[in-house]
């Protein structure tokens, strides 16, 4: 598999590229393009959580930890005084994080179904649901928000199957087909991803017209999903 640090800097530098482009064309804010830098970024390490030592799986869990637990406290920003937010948000970010961990120890194995495209397409979607939470977020930027995250969940994947082909005899390693999967050998876990899948397509918000639109003059022989402007 491929290392850590190539990992971060390949998605760093794929979803740094698309959010400048972005940004110098309007399409979003100067803050909106460093937020997707930033969700592009992690989305490529997010797939090495299901590893239950490492130092990079811990702090990838510690930052979701706070990510969801902030979003979770603004939701409590106008029914409880200010001074009770603090403490609130710690007791959310240690029982998330608790949470989380326990979750992943009881349904996933390592590079299995975390490790696989429908995986990949769930965390995009509830990247969309996080970025809609967001103060002074929109539809269009929650949806460029799971595009982002899951470019740079599939580019992680990517890069593993890369890394699992030996060029010099030309020979895959065993490690070969275990990214870039539809299903992993730990049911729960499959079964609670397709679960995620399922539900997402049923409850996401309608897709912004700027990605619907090279579509329009196409003769689908079925409705788009999500479509309502």
């Not at 390592?110 to 002074?136: E, N, Q």
Request: charged share 10%.
């Amino acid at each position: 598999m491929a290392l850590f640090t190539t990992h971060l800097s390949v998605a760093a530098t794929i979803a740094g590229s698309g959010a400048a482009f972005l940004a110098a064309h309007g399409m979003v804010s100067p803050l909106q393009g460093g937020l997707l830098l930033t969700i592009g970024t992690f989305g490529g390490v997010l797939p090495d959580i299901d590893s239950d030592s490492s130092l990079p799986a811990r702090g990838i869990i510690t930052c979701l930890a706070l990510a969801v637990g902030y979003i979770l406290a603004l939701s409590f920003v106008t029914t409880i005084p200010a001074w009770a937010l603090p403490p609130l948000f710690l007791l959310l970010f240690f029982g998330v994080r608790k949470g989380i961990e326990f979750a992943f120890r009881k349904t996933t194995v390592h590079r299995g179904i975390w490790h696989s495209i429908p995986a990949a397409v769930a965390l995009a979607g509830t990247a969309v649901w996080f970025a809609l939470a967001l103060p002074g977020s929109d539809r269009l930027f929650a949806w460029w928000s799971g595009i982002f995250l899951g470019l740079g969940y599939l580019t992680h994947l990517l890069l593993d199957e890369i890394s699992a082909v030996n060029y010099a005899g030309l020979r895959f390693k065993r490690s070969f087909g275990s990214a870039l999967k539809l299903w992993g050998a730990e049911w729960q876990g499959t079964l609670l991803c397709y679960a995620l899948l399922v539900g997402l397509w049923l409850f996401l918000p309608p897709i912004p017209d700027v990605f619907t639109a090279p579509f329009a003059a196409l003769q689908m022989p079925f409705p788009l999903p999500w479509s309502g402007g």
